[in-house]
């Protein structure tokens, strides 16, 4: 047996240990029967290998301040709420219910969560989905300026590992809105999420989502929507 062999894990220890720091990859990989979420944009779910956006996975939606992110983010909530309960964790406190049903929001399977703080947000999430209270939750950042990858308090970073790996187990989606979340100030990690869509304004009723991080899809690749109404 030479030094190679000696150092050679079984393959249910790989296994193990891939899924304890990267869970959402052993989801992806798992095989064509994982569920998928389409959005109903058919020009977005082609941006995927199976038309949609596999479920275990944390996704980020950014964009600056009037870039109608929050807009997109209802057109996806709209399409989750057919098929059962979101949890909203407001943390920047500005969800209006009236503008979220104007864009197809069901809002009696919407649970809008207010906790305190980003720690207690996150906490909420993994409880929410330990407790398969809803299959999507949506933490709104948007008024979150702090860079948590320079935070001192490393609780955090251990509180979004465990909602990664519960997110994988749960097969759920969670979506991070945040805004203007740049490389030099970032408020989630790049290293957090598996897909990041960035949405900018190109008319009143005309956004344009570009892919600028993913693990589940073509980087660079983006598509222009339509907004109604």
């Known amino acids: 047996m030479n030094d190679i062999d000696k150092h050679r894990l079984p393959p249910d220890q790989l296994r193990q240990l891939i899924t304890q720091k990267w869970p959402e990859a052993v989801a992806l990989t798992a095989g064509l029967s994982e569920p998928i979420f389409q959005t109903g944009i058919a020009n977005l779910d082609a941006l995927f290998p199976r038309q949609g956006i596999p479920y275990g996975q944390l996704i980020e939606i950014t964009g600056e301040d009037g870039s109608g992110k929050t807009s997109f983010l209802f057109v996806i909530l709209a399409a989750l709420t057919k098929t059962g309960t979101v949890a909203y964790i407001d943390l920047s406190g ?15 399977e919407l649970v809008v969560v207010r906790p305190d703080n980003l720690p ?28 948590l990858s320079q935070r001192s308090d490393l609780s955090l970073s251990s509180l979004l590992h465990r909602l990664r790996q519960q997110t994988a187990r749960s097969k759920a989606l969670v979506i991070f809105l945040t805004e203007n979340n740049n ?3 970032p408020i989630i990690p790049a290293s957090t999420v598996a897909l990041r869509l960035e949405v900018a304004r190109v008319t009143p009723s005309k956004l344009k989502v570009t892919v600028t991080k993913s693990r589940i899809s073509r980087e660079g690749a983006h598509v222009e929507i339509a907004l109604n109404g």
Request: net charge positive.
């Open 94 to 108: 500005s969800f209006f219910p009236a503008a979220a049903a104007t864009c197809g929001v069901d809002i009696k």
């Open 120 to 147: 207690s947000g996150l906490r909420a999430a993994e409880l929410v989905l330990s407790k398969r209270v809803a299959h999507c939750i949506v933490l709104d950042l948007t008024n979150q300026k702090s860079d």
């Open 183 to 185: 490389a030099s100030n």
